[in-house]
């Protein structure tokens, strides 16, 4: 070995050199015998383990090739591979991403007709008996096409004129300038 550690270490009978503690670890310029390439050869330390990928999990800092094809799902593929693959997947995708958009577009659709549908509906509720009834602006009832009854401030309001005499007819609200009267109508 060249490098600056030297060591030595004894073998027991029957104990692999693969068992040995190494004490002290190899510099990098030390040579290490190793077969590589089919061949037995002296390479630095430093070139065996620098770089390598740890099977548990590691990073890579650079370029990683693989040449082959891949014949299992699980296994590496290059970017010549995918992108032979890439007419295959984006015909896929792109059938998918459309259906999505014109499944969007229906829901939408959809919307727009349920939304019409309701807004047909209360309208033609308006104004008839047992229909809808609806609030101004103000927030009072409206009832033929005139704002009649109001809250303010936790009390209800008549937000309609009422006539000033009375009208001669049973049951018809009225003002006589002091308090609210309800008409007995006129007797026959």
Request: negative net charge.
């Amino acid at each position: 070995m060249s490098g600056s550690s030297s060591f030595t270490a004894s073998t027991p009978s029957g104990m692999p050199l693969s068992a040995l503690p190494v004490q002290p670890q190899p510099a990098p310029a030390d040579l290490v015998f190793g077969i590589f390439n089919g061949q037995g050869q002296f390479v630095p330390q430093s070139a065996i383990w620098t770089g390598a990928v740890a099977k548990t999990g590691d990073t890579l800092t650079g370029l990683l090739s693989c040449a082959l094809a891949p014949t299992d799902a699980a296994h590496l593929v290059n970017k010549a591979y995918v992108d032979a693959q890439s007419g295959q997947v984006s015909g896929t995708v792109a059938t998918l991403v459309t259906q999505a958009q014109d499944a969007a577009t229906q829901a939408q659709t959809a919307v727009g007709h349920a939304s019409d549908a309701a807004a047909t509906i209360v309208s033609e509720q308006k104004g008839i008996p047992n229909g809808l009834a609806t609030l101004s602006p103000n927030g009072n009832l409206v009832l033929g096409g005139l704002d009649c009854l109001g809250v303010q401030d936790g009390h209800v309001l008549m937000a309609m004129d009422l006539p000033t005499t009375d009208p001669g007819l049973r049951g018809v609200w009225w003002n006589n300038g002091g308090y609210l009267c309800i008409s007995q109508g006129t007797s026959s």
